[in-house]
């Protein structure tokens, strides 16, 4: 009786030894499949915010490639300028060159009557400038075209334009070198044309033909 009692009692103490032992695995597997899954769930996340910024990068990319240049100065410029005054402050600086440096891709606005108008795929208005060997170039983009084709030589014009460059001469003793401003993406903003007096043509006209005998 004895024997079999110990022999159960020792069978109990296996059984339960086995359940405690099943139940720490049955534990540890939950606890590795948990830890699994959250690993699997923060690299699909991680994926997923890849792709996400990957497609908003394309997008973003997709859109400057095919947004229209601007191709005038608008909005509010970044100076204002009396153009004579510049020029002859300019003229007179012997480190012209780099003072002009800070004007560079700012917009300036100001008033100036056109010299000479030239230029076959876009059109650049020469703007009298005051100083003899100074040329100030203002260039327009060929859409332009329509819109600054009615101007003339002699307009007075109001524009406002990106400053390019200023090229100075290598050679400052040589007479016949010229300084030249370009200005770029100009926008015309108004226009005066110049109207000749006709009537003291006329007079002259007049007393030209009674002193024809």
């Not at 032992?21 to 699909?44: A, E, G, P």
Request: neutral net charge.
């Amino acid at each position: 009786m004895k024997n079999r009692t110990n022999k159960r009692n020792l069978l109990l103490e296996d059984s339960k030894t086995l359940a405690l032992f099943l139940v720490s695995v049955d534990i540890k597997l939950q606890i590795i499949l948990l830890q699994n899954s959250t690993k699997q769930c923060t690299k699909r996340r991680f994926t997923l915010l890849f792709y996400f910024f990957f497609l908003i990068c394309i997008a973003l990319g997709f859109y400057l490639w095919h947004k229209p240049a601007e191709v005038k100065s608008l909005g509010k410029p970044d100076y204002e300028k009396n153009l004579l005054d510049w020029v002859a402050s300019l003229d007179s600086d012997p480190h012209a060159d780099q003072t002009f440096m800070a004007f560079i891709g700012k917009s300036v606005k100001f008033n100036a009557v056109v010299s000479e108008i030239k230029g076959d795929s876009s059109i650049t208005l020469q703007l009298e400038s005051g100083k003899v060997g100074f040329l100030v170039d203002a260039n327009f983009d060929v859409s332009m075209k329509e819109e600054v084709g009615s101007v003339l030589t002699g307009d007075s014009v109001t524009l406002q334009c990106e400053c390019n460059a200023l090229n100075l001469p290598q050679n400052t003793d040589d007479l016949l070198s010229e300084k030249l401003m370009k200005l770029g993406r100009c926008n015309l903003l108004k226009r005066s044309t110049s109207v000749p007096d006709l009537s003291k043509s006329h007079e002259h006209d007049t007393i030209s033909k009674k002193s024809i005998p």
